[in-house]
């Protein structure tokens, strides 16, 4: 019964801002480690970045210095800010949590996807 939805996708120039967010809800017990992926056209699902429960981050090396992550665990959300972003950051970006649903029992859940386009 859990579920992860996304928002903020959309179209902007090359050197501008979108923030994406992702909350999940449902039969929650606590979640571990979120991230962010994303899947370009003709190429792999790559991770973005990911945050611990403990908070501590990490990027995949193109988006360093440009890119965000954050989350906020009394709402059970993960942001993504994505500062001076550039043509190759054009994908379809998903969220990834780890989720106990109980005590004893945990999984990775996906959130539905957003696009994210920029133009040159």
């Known amino acids: 019964q859990v579920q992860l939805v996304e928002s903020g996708g959309g179209l902007v120039q090359a050197g501008g801002s979108l923030r994406l967010s992702c909350a999940a809800s449902g039969s929650i017990f606590s979640i571990g480690a979120m991230g962010w992926y994303r899947q370009a056209p003709g190429k792999q699902r790559e991770l973005v970045a990911v945050i611990t429960s403990g908070g501590s981050t990490n990027y995949v090396d193109s988006v360093k210095g440009r890119f965000t992550i954050s989350r906020d665990n009394a709402k059970n959300t993960v942001f993504l800010q994505a500062n001076s972003l550039k043509p190759e950051d054009t994908a379809v970006y998903y969220c990834?949590?780890?989720?106990?649903?109980?005590?004893?029992?945990?999984?990775?859940?996906w959130g539905q996807g957003t696009q994210v386009t920029v133009s040159s």
């Open positions: 990834n949590a780890n989720i106990w649903t109980s005590r004893w029992y945990k999984d990775d859940y």
